[in-house]
């Protein structure tokens, strides 16, 4: 069942259903951190998957492409997240890469807020929020 929404999801995004994509995919699923592509490949070789490097560059940038991905700014390189498909912020952890979503509502009203206030006509924004999770913090 979770290869058929592993391809069904591949394919409505334009993508065919590959190994490498399924097999990034999976290792994705139920992550709560965000992961960089050199960190996923080792992950992946230590389970003794024969997968290249710049095949898990490549096959995270073109799901990010797609908008299977979140793509998370960690320390000059970008991080990777399988998120839900709603509109949504991230809240990021910079010592554990947790990344906890915010509900679009919660982001909006102060976005309405503060464009209305300067007369300004929002056509997009993005809200990501750094600092450390609440275990993190207590640690």
Do not use: K
Request: with cysteine; hydrophobic share 40%.
């Amino acid at each position: 069942m979770r290869d058929a929404v592993t391809s069904e999801a591949l394919r409505e995004a334009g993508l065919r259903a590959t190994r490498q994509r399924t097999t990034v995919l999976d290792a994705l699923r139920g992550r709560p951190d965000a992961i960089t592509a050199q960190e996923l490949h080792g992950e992946l070789r230590g389970t003794g998957e024969p997968v290249g490097l710049t095949t898990v560059y490549r096959t995270l940038a073109s799901l990010a492409d797609a908008g299977l991905l979140d793509a998370i700014p960690r320390e000059g390189e970008q991080a990777f997240r399988l998120c839900s498909d709603d509109h949504h912020h991230h809240l990021i952890c910079e010592a554990c890469n947790r990344v906890d979503e915010l509900t679009a509502e919660e982001v909006e009203r102060w976005v309405d807020a503060v464009a209305s206030r300067r007369g300004f006509r929002v056509t997009g924004h993005r809200a990501d929020i750094f600092g450390l999770c609440a275990a993190c913090a207590r640690s």
